[in-house]
Structure formats: structure tokens, C-alpha cells
């Protein structure tokens, strides 16, 4: 194990059965081992966190919408990764709609990871979108680096990210088994809603 070249050290650690103290040892920003204490390596350096502080990973959130390009005044990615990390969140994975063009396409998804160039405070992952007519752009968008999709059953609220029929997902689904890919589906039933 390569020895740390930064340790943060705190009284109370979020562990995974506790809270405990503990110190964090680190290489070249990563997260290595956490041992105890008192445990410190000679010559490297040290955070001490303050008692009343809790040390504890970051948190992810799912289902976020951050709007660039096209609608950066709804939400961007500066205003969204900012906001996150002031929060504790260390990770957004962005809905492929409200943006324009949405997330359903490689070259909407290009379009994606251009406007976010330069302006992250986190990281961020993309969700991909199924559309009604999209099938032949799942796999392409999968190898691309989209972390699962997702669809609408009604009306998704913005006219460039349509809603799939039965239809629909019978084509994409196949798709998305044989790439091992999760859809997240908004799945209110139509009748009712309207």
C-alpha cells in the first residue's frame, strides 16, 4: 500500500456501522485507507477537523435537472454544482430533458458535456432519454458514457422529450436488456392524469 500524502483526521468519522474517530489517509486524491486516530504517517499532510464537525462521504443525488444548454436560466451547471457542494453533494447524475437539445441523442449528449466543460463543482453523470423513435441511438449512447435512461408514460412537461407509448418501450426495452442498462420510468398512467 503506497503510504498517504494527506491525512484528515477527525473525532467523528461516519464509518459503516458507526461514528467513530478516525483518520483518513489519502494518495494523490485518493481515498486509500482509514485507520485510526492516531494513526499518521511521518511527513505527510495532515487536516484536523474540529470537534464539533462530522467527517462523512458525500452524498449523490440521482435526479437532478440541470438545464444548459438552452434553458441556463431555469439551471445551469455552475448554479447546480455550486449549489451542491455547499450542500455536501458530491455527485449530481443530470435527467436528459429541459435542456436543449435534451439527452437523447449522442450528439445531444455531446452538447451536454460541452456546455458543462469548465464549470463544475462536483461531478456530474448524464441519464439518457428514450424517446418514441430513439432505439437505434441506445447503444451508442450507453457506450458513450450515459448511466442508465430514462421515459415518460405522459406528457413529460417539455415538447422536445416525448412521452413513449407501450409501443415504444416494447422496441427499447429488448435494447436496453442486452446492454444491461437501468430504465427509470415516470410512470403515472395517462387516463387518470388527463
Known amino acids: 500500500m503506497r503510504t498517504a500524502n494527506l491525512v484528515i483526521r477527525a473525532k467523528q468519522v461516519v464509518l459503516s456501522n458507526r461514528i467513530a474517530p478516525a483518520s483518513i489517509h489519502i494518495r494523490d486524491g485518493i481515498i486509500t485507507s482509514i485507520s485510526s486516530f492516531e494513526n499518521v504517517p511521518p511527513d505527510c499532510e495532515l487536516i484536523e477537523i474540529n470537534h464539533e464537525s462530522i467527517v462523512m462521504p458525500g452524498l449523490v443525488d440521482t435526479h437532478v435537472h440541470i438545464n444548459e444548454p438552452g434553458r441556463t436560466n431555469w439551471e445551469g451547471f455552475a448554479t447546480a454544482t455550486q449549489a451542491a457542494a455547499a450542500g455536501g453533494v458530491t455527485t449530481l447524475i443530470d435527467m436528459p430533458l429541459n435542456s436543449i437539445p435534451p439527452t437523447t441523442t449522442v450528439a445531444g449528449f455531446n ?17 439518457g432519454g428514450v424517446v418514441p423513435g430513439n432505439t437505434g441511438e441506445l447503444a451508442p449512447l450507453f457506450a458513450a458514457g450515459v448511466v442508465g435512461f430514462k421515459c415518460f408514460l405522459i406528457h413529460s412537461g417539455v415538447d422536445e422529450f ?28 395517462p387516463g387518470p392524469i388527463s
Open 162 to 189: 416525448p412521452n413513449v407509448t407501450e409501443a415504444d418501450l416494447r422496441a427499447a426495452l429488448p435494447e436496453l436488456t442486452k446492454l444491461g442498462a437501468v430504465l427509470i420510468v415516470h410512470a403515472e398512467v
Open 111 to 127: 452538447a451536454k458535456l460541452e456546455a458543462a466543460r469548465g464549470q463544475c463543482y462536483v461531478d456530474v453523470g448524464f441519464w
